[in-house]
């Protein structure tokens, strides 16, 4: 950021009164920007015991799978964000269920929350954003092609929980400027 989106002026960087991190703060009017992290909501939808993934049509990482999933929009909760994605990437109707996990990947500034989901009907196609949509059996996912870490964690757990007959919710942090990403 180098102006201030209020007046214009030029930001600096440093600790406003009364806080504790470095802000952007505008030289003239004094505004503090902050920035918070993104949030990103997706699901898993299952239909007959088969996994919804989408080929990514966009970077990053084209050509590689990812359940439906975006950033929320402004007036819409993580669920109906959900549901709205895989609408656009996979022209699925998905009814989304609870809570799997959320991820915290801290070098992208993002928290990544994944619901499960139904997809009552096998309809689906290709969206904007996707090159391919399919339906897949577990043991056809294609794992050395997922595009995301969050994405894996999110249906690793997924599957673990549909072995173990539970609906667990699970939390991890990604972070790929620290050696291991974790």
Known sequence: MNFCSHCGQPVT????????????????????????????AGCVPEH???????RRAIEPRRGYWTIPAGFMENGETTQEA???????????DVEVGSLLAVVHVLHADQVHVT???????????????SLEVELYDEAEIPWADIAFR??????????????????????TAIDLRRPGGR
């Open 13 to 40: 960087i440093r600790v406003p009164e009364g806080d504790h991190r470095p802000r952007h703060v505008c030289t003239a009017c004094g505004t503090v920007h902050y920035q918070n992290p993104r949030i990103i």
């Open 48 to 54: 007959q015991g088969r996994i919804l993934l989408c």
């Open 82 to 92: 959900a549901r709205r994605e895989s609408i656009e990437e996979a022209m699925a």
């Open 115 to 129: 619901f499960r989901a139904r997809l009552p009907h096998p309809d689906y196609g290709v969206g904007e954003e």
């Open 150 to 171: 969050s994405v894996e964690f999110a249906l690793r757990r997924y599957l673990e929980d549909r072995r173990d007959g539970e609906e667990r919710h699970h939390f």
